[in-house]
């Protein structure tokens, strides 16, 4: 065993005291133990209660980022609707500024169309002389309420098929005038006269319906 003095104490290493650890009793180690477990228990809550914020602010900020793109895209679909209701709308303008004088020439045609037609079937119906004087009687009797006979010019075909008699009995006065149009008659009165003319009736209801074609 050596018996040199030590450095500190000047003692032989011999003669220094021995030192053993402190033997924690039930008591302490049960302290110890509990104080441990608080401060698991404590960091563990502290730790859980910050990641939860850290996840609230996260989803908070990725929210708002899906909230705004979720804007811009509704507004860039506002944007693109706007749009294309506009050329729609243009489209549409230039459609009908180029088929309304298509249309409104198709209409005329088809109105040219209807009065020829009318016109070809009442010359028709004009080549039979029964039918012709027929109706001729009965337009000028449709219209007949001045008082005395009044005077009616007919071509002399017309006033030949009808007969004067059969006029004078319809209280009529018949002239025979070359210058009227077979199927035609003009009826004239102490003060005025009826244009029973079939070309003026054609030429009425043309204008009637160049004014008023609906």
């Known amino acids: 065993?050596?018996?040199?003095?030590?450095?500190?104490?000047?003692?032989?290493?011999?003669?220094?005291?021995?030192?053993?650890?402190?033997?924690?009793?039930?008591?302490?180690?049960r302290l110890r133990t509990e104080a441990v477990d608080r401060g698991y228990r404590r960091g563990h809550t502290l730790g859980y209660a910050a990641g939860?914020?850290?996840a609230r602010q996260e989803g908070a900020l990725r929210r708002a980022e899906?909230?705004?793109?979720?804007?811009?895209?509704?507004?860039?679909?506002?944007?693109?609707a706007a749009a294309q209701q506009a050329a729609l709308a243009a489209a549409a303008a230039a459609l009908a500024a180029r088929t309304a004088p298509v249309l409104a020439e198709a209409e005329q045609t088809l109105l040219d169309c209807a009065l020829t037609l009318a016109e070809a079937v009442l010359g028709r119906e004009l080549d039979d002389g029964d039918t012709r004087s027929k109706g001729i009687l009965a337009r000028v009797q449709a219209v007949q309420d001045a008082p005395g006979p009044p005077r009616v010019r007919l071509n002399p075909a017309d006033l030949s098929a009808i007969g004067t008699e059969a006029l004078?009995?319809?209280?009529?006065d018949p002239v025979a005038d070359p210058g009227t149009a077979p199927g035609d008659a003009v009826?004239?009165?102490?003060?005025g006269y009826l244009d029973a003319r079939l070309s003026a009736a054609l030429d009425r209801a043309r204008q009637a319906l160049l004014e008023d074609p609906a």
Do not use: I
């Not at 899906?66 to 693109?80: F, I, P, Q, V």
């Not at 004078?168 to 009529?172: C, N, R, V, Y």
């Open 1 to 29: 065993m050596s018996t040199s003095p030590t450095a500190y104490t000047g003692r032989p290493e011999s003669l220094q005291p021995l030192v053993f650890p402190a033997v924690p009793t039930a008591e302490q180690s």
């Open 52 to 54: 939860q914020d850290r």
């Open 66 to 80: 899906l909230e705004a793109a979720h804007e811009s895209l509704l507004a860039d679909l506002r944007a693109r």
């Open 168 to 172: 004078a009995d319809a209280g009529l």
């Open 187 to 191: 009826v004239e009165y102490a003060d």
